[in-house]
């Protein structure tokens, strides 16, 4: 029923807003389109981060290495995850690199290897905790200063 709505709008539209290309991908890959879930992804994360919508391009990433690991492919999954710590940790973005942290972990964990796993998860939490915190902190003190480097 999504894939039937957003294959109604026009390309540019989605191609525009990283939501509907996610949504695509998830469109795409619930309704047994992997290779084309797949590549929607990587189309959308090259797409975005060269025009400056890094954490958009990330999180496209993050959603095919989901896909990649349901699918068996965990070696492949690990990269991209490993390879957006990586992005993120350049840039600060604690939400995001939280999130790739316990992508990692939920990987490690599949091989039963736990006890890294715990570690990368534990990395995890405690960044969206620091997120969360920060983002109370600025509601809350009635600042307008922006969380920027956060998502």
Known sequence: MLLAWLSTL????????????????HAH?????????????????????ASGKNM???????????FRGLQGRLHEAREIDEQAI?????????????????????????????????VEIQKGLELAEAARKYIQHVSFSGCSERPGKLY
């Open 10 to 25: 026009p390309g540019e539209l989605i191609h525009s807003q990283p939501e509907l290309c996610i949504f695509l991908g």
């Open 29 to 49: 890959f619930s309704a047994g389109n992997t290779d084309t879930a797949e590549q929607v992804l990587i189309d959308a994360a090259q797409t975005f981060q």
């Open 56 to 66: 958009a391009g990330v999180n496209a990433r993050h959603y095919l290495a989901q």
């Open 86 to 118: 990586e992005f993120t940790g350049k840039g600060g973005t604690t939400v995001y690199s939280g999130v790739e942290y316990v992508g990692l972990g939920e990987l490690l964990s599949e091989w039963n290897q736990l006890d890294a796993a715990a």
